[in-house]
C-alpha cells in the first residue's frame, strides 16, 4: 500500500507527510521540477501525447514486445531507441508512454538530471520513467552515476518502472549496452525500410508526378542516411518543382 500523500495544487504535486492514508499519482504525462530555492515536485503537463499526423514506422512492434516483457517479468527494465534526429525515435517513445499510460501509469519525462532516487521512492506504484536524449541532459559523469544507482535499484524495487531512453549518438554508453539488468531492449533507428518510403509517396506524391515515383525512391537510395523529415522534404520537393 502506498505511504505518500501527494498534495495537489493546480497541476503540481509534491509529496508530503508520511501516513496511513493512500496517495497515488494519476495516469498522464508529468516532469520533475527541482527549483533552487524550495522542494522538488511532479508537474502534470498533459493527459497523453496526441499525433496530428500519420505515424509510420515499426511501432506496433515495439510496443508489442516491451508489453510482453512487462507482462512476463517480475522486476522493470529499460528500453533504448536509439538513431539519428528524424528516425522516428520520439514517435516511438510517446506510443510506448500512451501504452503506459492506459496501463495506469504515470509517466515522468526527465530532462535535466533530478533527484531522481527520491522521486521514485515517493512514487510508490508502477511507473515509465523517460530520457529523451539522454546524451544531453546526463553527459556529466556524476549524473549518469547517480542514474546507474537508480537502475541497478530495479531488481529491489517494490514497484515496477520502465526506464526509456532516446539518443542520437552512433556510439552508446558503455554503461548501458550490453548490460541487460539496465537496457533490456535496444532499438536502432537509421533509414527507412521500403515499406514506409512507399507509404510516403503514395501519401505526399502528387498523382500527376507518379511517373517520377522511381527516380525518388532511387536518388533517396543513394543516401546513407534516409530519415522521415528528409524523405517527406524530397518528395515535397517535387511536387514543387
Not at 527549483?35 to 497523453?48: A, F, H, I, Q, V
Not at 500527376?208 to 517527406?232: G, M
Amino acid at each position: 500500500m502506498s505511504n505518500t500523500v501527494w498534495e495537489q495544487r493546480g497541476n503540481t504535486f509534491t509529496p508530503g507527510s508520511r501516513s496511513l492514508q493512500t496517495g497515488v499519482i494519476k495516469p498522464g504525462i508529468y516532469k520533475c521540477v527541482n527549483p533552487d530555492d524550495g522542494p522538488w515536485y511532479l508537474e502534470r503537463t498533459m493527459d497523453r501525447f496526441t499525433f496530428p499526423f500519420k505515424v509510420y514506422g515499426n511501432n506496433e512492434g515495439i510496443t508489442r514486445r516491451v508489453q510482453t516483457a512487462w507482462d512476463a517479468l517480475e522486476v522493470g527494465f529499460g528500453v533504448l531507441l536509439n538513431g539519428l534526429k528524424g528516425t522516428g525515435k520520439t514517435v516511438s517513445a510517446q506510443l510506448l508512454a500512451n501504452w503506459a499510460i492506459d496501463r495506469g501509469m504515470p509517466v515522468l519525462l526527465v530532462h535535466e538530471p533530478c533527484v531522481l532516487s527520491l522521486v521514485l521512492d515517493a512514487l510508490e506504484q508502477p511507473a515509465m520513467v523517460v530520457f529523451d536524449e539522454y546524451e544531453k541532459t546526463h553527459a556529466k559523469p556524476e549524473d549518469q552515476h547517480l542514474l546507474l544507482s537508480v537502475l541497478d535499484g530495479m531488481s529491489r524495487s517494490a514497484h515496477k518502472r520502465l526506464f526509456l531512453f532516446t539518443t542520437n549518438t552512433k556510439k552508446f554508453d558503455e554503461n548501458l549496452v550490453d548490460r541487460p539488468s539496465r537496457i533490456r531492449y535496444c532499438w536502432e533507428f537509421e533509414r527507412l525500410s521500403d515499406d514506409v518510403l512507399e507509404m510516403l509517396l503514395d501519401d505526399i506524391l502528387d498523382p500527376e508526378l507518379a511517373h517520377l515515383r522511381k527516380d525518388i525512391v532511387s536518388y533517396l537510395s543513394t543516401r546513407k542516411v534516409l530519415s522521415i523529415d528528409v524523405a517527406k522534404a524530397v518528395i515535397g520537393e517535387v511536387n514543387i518543382f
